[in-house]
DNA sequence: ATGCCAACTTAGATTATGTCTAAGGTGAGA
DNA sequence: TCTCACCTTAGACATAATCTAAGTTGGCAT
């Protein structure tokens, strides 16, 4: 994708098409290995020092709420445990972060010629939406729940 | 589950069944949903001051290696992000933590009897298993990839 | 053109979470 | 009874993320 193609992306979400936050989205696009802040942060700061690390943060978290960008693997910054009982899926709450169990059904692998040589150990389900605390506000105070999870920016 | 059935439990692991270990496992096998080490270390250490902050951690490192609980939703500490191109599903390395996009197949939903009036916005499917680099390594040298995730506990 | 102001960037302080260190306690078995 | 591996602990340390307060930029109204 060229550069005016994510100029356009981003300004189409509200964004400015700055040096630094152009230089985030562009690294995002260009490597697929989903990389932290931190190494994000790194690699573009060598190539060119016009990024800060406040930045990288703060253009992250823009790109997300804008949409362009998502974060994986994580919501909230702390671990969550589960003792093991039986298997089960997981439903992520969008509003509240709460994480539900949901009654395990087996889900189909992708096909051997999408895995590779790589060996699959379990495949479990990530499930995200409203629950059900959440899911009758949608149309009306759309409000992050008091607290926890789920910060929004209001930049300054 | 009563607690000698927990007793049992954690030495059937090799673990000893101590106060505070005892109460961390039974905490977790009655609150079912996912706290934190943070929450965990509260609530028990407020009912029973005889658990500190470095144990609630240790105690959970132990429990996670002995296979009786798991860690959920975070693997390695820093959020990792992703552009959002097509939709894809992620496949994560149990040896060396990498995270890879699967190509995207259509999972089926849970039934509406297990969602409730939760509403669903996407499934996504997260495998685990050994990526093409590990997946070689598995009868021989299974020893961690010289830095990045998965820290094992030598205690002492 | 000029000045305004919200959007943006920044260094550094602060907070949150997790890990390590060094010291001491405990108990199963010799 | 002695011992030693297992366990707990306070507090120091490390890392990731966020906040603060100040400065910069640039689109736009005049
Ligand atoms: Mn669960
Ligand atoms: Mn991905
Ligand atoms: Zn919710
Ligand atoms: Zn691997």
Redesign the interface.
């Given at each position: 994708m060229d550069a005016a193609a994510i100029r356009e992306k981003l300004e189409a979400t509200g964004l400015r098409c700055t040096p630094q936050r152009y230089t985030v989205?562009s690294f995002?696009?260009a490597h697929?290995?989903?990389?932290?802040?931190?190494e994000?942060f790194a690699a573009v700061n060598t190539a060119d020092p016009r990024l800060s690390r406040a930045t990288t943060y703060n253009n992250?978290r823009d790109l997300?709420e804008a949409?362009?960008?998502?974060?994986?693997?994580?919501?909230?910054?702390?671990?969550?445990?589960?003792?093991?009982?039986e298997q089960h899926?997981?439903?992520?709450c969008?509003r509240c972060g709460?994480?539900?169990?949901?009654?395990w059904?087996p889900?189909?692998?992708?096909?051997a010629n999408?895995?590779?040589?790589?060996?699959?150990?379990?495949?479990?389900?990530?499930?995200?939406?409203?629950?059900?605390q959440c899911?009758?506000h949608?149309r009306t105070t759309p409000k992050p729940p008091t607290s926890k999870p789920s910060n929004h920016r209001s930049h300054n």
């Open positions: 989205m995002l696009m697929h290995d989903h990389p932290t802040a931190a994000i992250l997300v949409g362009l960008v998502r974060e994986v693997a994580t919501e909230g910054r702390a671990a969550r445990y589960d003792a093991t009982g899926h997981h439903f992520i969008d709460k994480m539900e169990d949901i009654p059904h889900v189909p692998s992708p096909t999408a895995l590779g040589k790589r060996v699959v150990r379990e495949c479990e389900l990530i499930i995200r939406g409203l629950c059900t899911a009758p949608r």
